[in-house]
Structures are given as structure tokens and as C-alpha cells.
């Protein structure tokens, strides 16, 4: 069974800097799909970028990066020019490419504060 | 647009009492729905999946069940509560590229 590990439970950075959020997986697929998502205070799970295993290129959203290390089965969130609205909880997710039910796997995710 | 309708959101039960938290999507069809669960600081939890009308997929032995009488609704349930069903219980639907999730139930068991 695939695994998502998130080792950092909470993180701190100052507004306008720039923080990595580490998520490592386990898997012996080789088609796969990961995701990070944000929790805000609200609860509401949203969607901040995701990345096809077969890419190479690392996928960009604005200010969202990720480092995809796929030998390495790493997967980091980088934000830049950190902003009060980016504090929340992170979720590093996985989805097989072939298995039945498209079916997510949440590591157990990293609260960002941002101090301004 | 598609939309995902999750209710109550809030819930206080005492031990022993039945549960009934429903979830229904609009503007598609035939999509693959989940129940997850949030404990306090954790990570979301699959508890159950479904498919299609009637088929259900449970991840994990609970105290819980789930249904899905209509193409576009998926109900969570329990006979008896326990402490331990305590939770931020979330729906969700899904294409294969992304998760839509509702806004979550957040269920104390007293």
C-alpha cells in the first residue's frame, strides 16, 4: 500500500519569504499522480497544484512550486513571497494512475504560520 | 459548475445515538464519491468509496457505514455511535486530476 509521509508538523516563515514543505511517499508504481492541498481555518480542502508522475518538468501555480525527486520519491511545496492568506494546513496527497477509484492518500499534513 | 453539498455541519451526538450525514453533488453524473475522516490535528482518513449506485468500498474496519441510494448522493451512517467516531468528517468527489471536498462535519460524540 502506497504511503505519504509529511515530517515537518509545523512550519513557520515571515511574510514576502519564501518556505519548502516537505512530503516524501512510498510506492512501487510507476504512474501516479500527487497533489498538495490546503486546509484554512475554515476547513474547506483546496486544491494548490498537482503533479503527473510521467512529467519531468515541475509543475508551477503563481507562487506555488514543487521539487518532484522521483528516484527519490520526494515531492516539496515551495511558496514564494509568503502571504497571511497561506497560513493553513498543508496535505501532501497521492493517487494511483491505475488503481480502481481514483483514490487519494493524505500524509498527515503541516500547519503553516506566517508571522508578519 | 459541479458542487458538493455536505450537511450538518456541525453535529453533537451522545454515545449510543444513530448517525445520518448526507452529501449530495450537483452538475455531474456518475461521480466517484468518498467519506474521509480528520482527527484533531491528523491527516484525512479514506473510510469509504463508492463507484456507482449501490457499490460501496470500505477502507477501514469502524463502527461506521455508507450508502448511496442515488447516482449523486452517498450518506454516512452508525447504528450506535462511539467516542472514538469523533471527527471532521469530510465528502468529497473526485475526476482523476483533482478532489473536490464539501465543507465537513464536525461531529463531537458525548
Known amino acids: 500500500a502506497q504511503t505519504v509521509t509529511q515530517s515537518q508538523p509545523e512550519m513557520s516563515v515571515q511574510e514576502a519569504e519564501t518556505v519548502t514543505l516537505s512530503c516524501t511517499y512510498d510506492t512501487s508504481e510507476s504512474d501516479y499522480y500527487l497533489f498538495w492541498y490546503k486546509q484554512p481555518p475554515s476547513r474547506q480542502m483546496i486544491l494548490v497544484i498537482r503533479q503527473e508522475a510521467y512529467k519531468q518538468q515541475n509543475a508551477t501555480e503563481n507562487r506555488f512550486s514543487v521539487n518532484f525527486q522521483k528516484a527519490a520519491k520526494s515531492f516539496s511545496l515551495k511558496i514564494s513571497d509568503s502571504q497571511l492568506g497561506d497560513a493553513a494546513m498543508y496535505f501532501c496527497?497521492?493517487?494511483?494512475?491505475?488503481?480502481?477509484?481514483?483514490?487519494?492518500?493524505f500524509g498527515a499534513g503541516t500547519i503553516l504560520r506566517v508571522k508578519s | 459548475s459541479q458542487t458538493i453539498h455536505q450537511w450538518p455541519a456541525t453535529l453533537v451526538q451522545p454515545v449510543g445515538s444513530p448517525l445520518s450525514l448526507e452529501c449530495t453533488v450537483e452538475?455531474?453524473?456518475?461521480?466517484?464519491l468518498y467519506w474521509y475522516r480528520q482527527a484533531a490535528g491528523r491527516g484525512l482518513q479514506l473510510l469509504f468509496y463508492s463507484v456507482g449506485i449501490g457499490q460501496i468500498s470500505s477502507e477501514v474496519p469502524q463502527n461506521l457505514s455508507a450508502s448511496r441510494p442515488q447516482d449523486r448522493q452517498f450518506i454516512l451512517s452508525s447504528k450506535k455511535l462511539l467516542l472514538s467516531d469523533s471527527g471532521f468528517y469530510l465528502c468529497?468527489?473526485?475526476?482523476?486530476?483533482?478532489?473536490?471536498f464539501g465543507q465537513g462535519t464536525r461531529l463531537t460524540v458525548v
Open positions: 468529497a468527489w473526485s475526476v482523476p486530476l483533482e478532489a473536490f
Open positions: 452538475g455531474t453524473s456518475n461521480p466517484n
Open positions: 496527497a497521492y493517487r494511483s494512475g491505475r488503481e480502481y477509484g481514483n483514490k487519494l492518500v
